[in-house]
């Protein structure tokens, strides 16, 4: 017989095959002990069966291990419990050594109650919010899903290392509250705001809307893993994702979403596991295996689901248990009836014998399974179970810490780790820096251009300096409001600055912005990088212009009546007192000593002309002589003493005043009066600062600028020094001292008035728990240290745009060095009141000479011409003393001889003025 060689070796291998593979297989099989075993999955959860058949499998192979888990696999829909009852019975029935089991509450609480009643061990992987409600029943079951009290705590111990002073709940299904439960007793003192709110429908947008506008920045998210994966779309769409806002995320699977939270890895995100993140080879293996028999099952060693974890890790804590009866029993399997409390029990037995003992021993297994650490407490609860907590980076997720019923909250990763972490991000972004027009803090420099290179400006320099000491890249951008941030107290709203970093639309705002208590509350702050206080910006004093009759001023118009009065009065009552006065009437000749007349010399005109020279400390040749007039005489002196020292008080007083200007010094000076109107920057800083003082000046201050029409409250720095300028000094300026500096620089008629009233500085402002804050606060710092800001400060407040003007104005230092003289303007009324005066001397005298001319005329019979000629002839005599009585006639000599008379009569007066009278009287002889 032909045999083909072929056919030969296919006959060789299979031999070998039978012999050595197959046949030590049945044999061995054949010699293992059989361990019927129960198990219910949902439908549709093929990776739950395909785990559970995988473990088996390699259970089953293990060549030395003497049992054989024979498993009754059967599946149910997730909610029909009367189904998985009648499953269980099916199953129980042909005796088994532990039923696996189904995975959720409605359908497990019905096997657990028929495995309790049939004393067959009950593994259980699915959450259970609360302790069974068969009180005895759980008795029978091994749960491997963490106790849901222990995880509260767990949770909640977790979270106060976050140390978060409010946050937002958003939960899905009411199971949440009860893991939640501890949280809300450990804040039940409301020391924290706590938001609770429901994720319902399938928009969560509008939901999310309102959690960002309420300005909540820390959100506990309890939701299954669908759910979380389009919480965290939409909230990217409504600009609740980013680094400013922190997740804590309860479910226990949300490390299976890498793929789908990586987008968002610049969110700080903490999530709790059972699933170490750190595999090991054995691990990566299993998965393997898995995604080998499954191909549809996308898995990596760390995103393998808790309760497919769990699933496996109950099998072999099952596998182990019963290797440990080994040395304590052998179990027997009978078949029992599900229902033994019935009147038919097919079998007659109640319960599973080996049952109790055998759960028994189940519960002190020990061991560690894909979800870690695994141990039961008496009632087959676990309760000693390690959670891993993690965040997220662009690699994925990352071990940060554990947490354990011993040990509590143990970080594997220290903050500065994570710092560290966000310093690196920082080099790869694009701040957006939101600022407003102001100088010299940005300032437009080309307007047609694009991007930074519109602008020009102390801060932008600022931020430009911080970026190379990080290394990051920034656009600047305005507010569309152009203010710096105020709070509307009644809508509890931000405007300015304040508003684009609270909507995320900015991760940086600078300019002359102000750290203050309600902005900070809303919004991080580095260190400041200059310091200031609020102060007075205003018109320099400007002399005002001299007054013709100033030297009248230092004495009102009614004091000056009422001396013109008195002066009248006074000359008058000297006048009667004088007439009435015997002492006052006098012998006119000493030598007759009993005169027929008495004269007294007290005419009107004589008492007018004593009380004047009195008054104008002229003296007088005239003196009373009677007592009473002497007395009378004397007040008036008293009261001229008075006046006039007052009068010279005053006046000194004026000329001082006119030089130095307005007397405001300070801010209580603008607060006494009223006619120098005073505002600030409308709801800026400097505005609350009076608005929230209790300071009685300031509050004064606050009403009068409130209720002050027109509003004396300005947009902005420019606006109020535009307006301080165009007052002329009836409006000043509540200013920043470093703004006032910048503005004096330049306007040289603008000074600061007094000191500063507070104490403060400005800031870079960013979101809440800006994981950048540190970083640009240490290089705020270095570039202190350095000097940079000085340098910058001087560049922008001194170099540019002609910040040397006032130091450079030479009207100004003139006019203060000759600020102690008085000008010609400041005495010419005197001036004028003497030219006045003699003129109306000179008019009086023209009238009295016309007058006298007239008599003379009239008394010598001669013509008025005549009369005149005669008293102009002896008025030209200048140093003639002597006049003849009668008047001078052309009878007595000719024209011609007038003439040389005149001529020879004012030569003799000069001669006889230079001591030549002699030589001239010889002549003539
Ligand atoms: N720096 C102020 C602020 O941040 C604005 C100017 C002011 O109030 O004087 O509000």
Redesign the pocket.
Same mark, same amino acid.
């Given at each position: 017989m032909f045999i083909n060689i072929n056919n030969f070796r296919l006959f060789v291998s299979l031999f070998l095959c039978v012999f050595f593979v197959i046949l030590p297989e049945l044999c061995l099989a054949d010699r293992k002990q059989r361990i019927p075993i129960g198990a219910i999955f949902h439908e549709y959860n093929m990776e739950m069966e395909m785990v559970f058949r995988n473990k088996l499998n390699y259970i089953n192979n293990l060549y030395e291990e003497p049992y054989l888990l024979i498993p009754n696999i059967q599946t149910v829909a997730k909610v029909d419990s009367f189904k998985a009852g009648k499953i269980a019975c099916n199953i129980t029935e042909d005796g088994i050594a532990a039923m696996f089991g189904p995975q959720n509450d409605e359908c497990a609480g019905i096997v657990e109650a028929i495995c309790y009643n049939l004393k067959i061990p009950n593994f259980q992987t699915h959450w259970q919010p609360k302790k069974s409600t068969y009180q005895d029943a759980a008795k029978m079951a091994i749960k491997l899903y963490p106790d849901a009290h222990v995880l509260s705590v767990a949770i909640n111990d977790i979270l106060k290392t976050m140390e978060w002073k409010s946050f937002t709940i958003l939960y899905e299904d009411d199971d949440a509250l009860l893991r939640l439960q501890e949280v809300f007793l450990d804040h039940k003192t409301f020391d924290n705001v706590i938001t609770i709110r429901q994720l319902t429908g399938f928009d969560y947008r509008s939901l999310l809307k309102e959690v960002h506008e309420s300005g909540e920045r820390q959100i506990i998210l309890d939701c299954n893993i669908d759910t979380t994966v389009e919480v965290f779309r939409q909230a990217a769409e409504v600009k609740m994702t980013g680094e400013y806002i922190n997740y804590y995320i309860l479910n226990l699977d949300t490390h299976t979403l890498r793929q789908e939270l990586l987008q968002h890895a610049l969110t700080n995100m903490t999530i709790i596991s059972l699933i170490d993140p750190n595999f090991g080879e054995a691990r990566k293996h299993i998965v393997d295996e898995w995604t080998m028999e499954m191909p549809s099952l996308t898995l990596t060693a760390d995103t393998i689901p808790t309760e497919l974890a769990l699933m496996y890790d109950a099998l072999d804590v099952f596998y182990q248990g019963l290797k440990m009866t080994d040395s304590l029993m052998s179990l027997k399997f009978e078949k029992v009836d599900c229902n033994p409390k019935s009147s038919i029990n097919r079998y007659g037995i109640d319960t599973w014998t080996d049952g109790e003992q055998f759960y028994d021993v189940l519960k002190k297994v020990r061991s560690d399974g894909l979800s870690g650490p695994i141990q039961f407490d008496e009632n087959g609860y676990r309760t000693d179970f390690t959670l891993q907590i993690m965040d997220i980076s662009d690699d994925g997720f990352r071990q940060i810490g554990t947490w354990d019923p011993t040990n509590g909250v143990s970080r594997t990763i220290s903050e500065e780790d994570s710092l560290a972490q966000y310093s690196a991000a920082l080099r790869n972004k694009t701040f957006k820096v939101a600022s407003r027009i #102001?100088e010299p803090h940005l300032m437009w420099k080309n307007e047609s251009a694009e991007g930074n290179e519109r602008f020009e400006g102390y801060a932008m320099d600022l931020i430009h300096e911080i970026s190379k000491i990080i290394g990051f890249k920034y656009e600047f951008y305005l507010t569309p409001d152009n203010k *710096? #941030? #105020?709070l509307d107290k009644k809508t509890k709203k931000w405007n300015g600055l304040i508003k684009e970093l609270l909507e995320r639309k900015a991760d940086l705002a600078i300019?002359? !912005? +102000?750290i +203050?208590f309600d902005?900070r509350s809303a919004v991080d702050f580095t260190m400041p990088f200059m310091t !200031?206080g609020?102060s007075i910006l205003f018109r320099k004093p400007v002399a005002r212009p001299p007054q013709l009759f100033s030297f009248m001023a230092p004495l009102s118009v009614e004091v000056w009546l009422y001396m013109a009065l008195a002066f009248l009065g006074v000359a008058f009552a000297v006048y009667i007192i004088a007439r009435m006065c015997p002492k006052d009437w006098e012998n006119p000749t000493p030598q007759d000593p009993n005169p027929t007349e008495l004269e007294n010399i007290w005419s009107l005109p004589n008492c007018i002309w004593l009380s004047l020279g009195t008054i104008m400390c002229l003296g007088c040749d005239l003196l009373p002589k009677g007592s009473s007039t002497r007395i009378t005489v004397v007040l008036w002196g008293f009261f001229a003493l008075i006046v006039i020292q007052s009068y010279i008080a005053n006046l000194t007083a004026f000329l001082t005043m006119e030089k130095m200007g307005d007397s405001i010094k300070n801010a209580e000076d603008l607060a006494k009066q009223t006619t120098i109107k005073y505002g +600030?920057?409308q %709801?800026?800083?400097?505005? @609350?600062?009076f608005r929230d003082s209790n300071f009685s000046v300031y509050q004064k201050m606050w009403s009068t600028m409130e209720s002050t029409r027109p509003s004396v409250f300005v947009d %902005? @720095?420019a606006e %109020?020094v535009k307006r301080v300028l165009r007052g002329q000094g009836t409006y000043a300026f509540?200013?920043?001292s470093t703004?006032i500096e910048y503005v004096t620089a330049r306007e040289c008629e603008l000074t600061q008035i007094g000191g500063k009233l507070d104490s403060k500085g *400005?800031g870079i402002a960013m979101p809440v728990n800006s994981p950048y804050r540190t970083d640009i606060s240490g290089a705020v710092l270095k570039l202190q240290e350095s000097g940079k800001l000085s340098t910058l400060k001087t560049k922008w407040w001194k170099d540019m745009h002609g910040g040397r003007k006032c130091d450079e104005d030479p009207s100004s230092n003139a006019k203060e060095e000759n600020a102690n003289e008085m000008g010609i303007d400041n005495v010419a009324g005197i001036f004028i009141v003497l030219v006045a005066g003699t003129m109306f001397a000179i008019f009086i005298l023209i009238c009295e000479v016309l007058w006298n001319i007239r008599t003379i005329a009239v008394e010598h019979k001669i013509t008025p011409t005549e009369a005149l000629k005669s008293e102009l002839r002896f008025a030209f005599q200048i140093f003639n003393k002597e006049k003849p009585a009668k008047p001078y006639t052309p009878s007595e000599a000719s024209s011609d001889e007038d003439t040389r008379s005149v001529a020879a009569s004012v030569f003799r007066s000069a001669s006889s003025f230079l001591r030549l009278d002699n030589i001239i009287e010889k002549k003539d002889n």
């Open positions: #102001g *710096y #941030g #105020g300019c002359d !912005l +102000t +203050t902005r !200031l609020i +600030t920057v %709801g800026a800083s400097t505005a @609350n600062f %902005g @720095n %109020g509540l200013m920043e703004s *400005y």
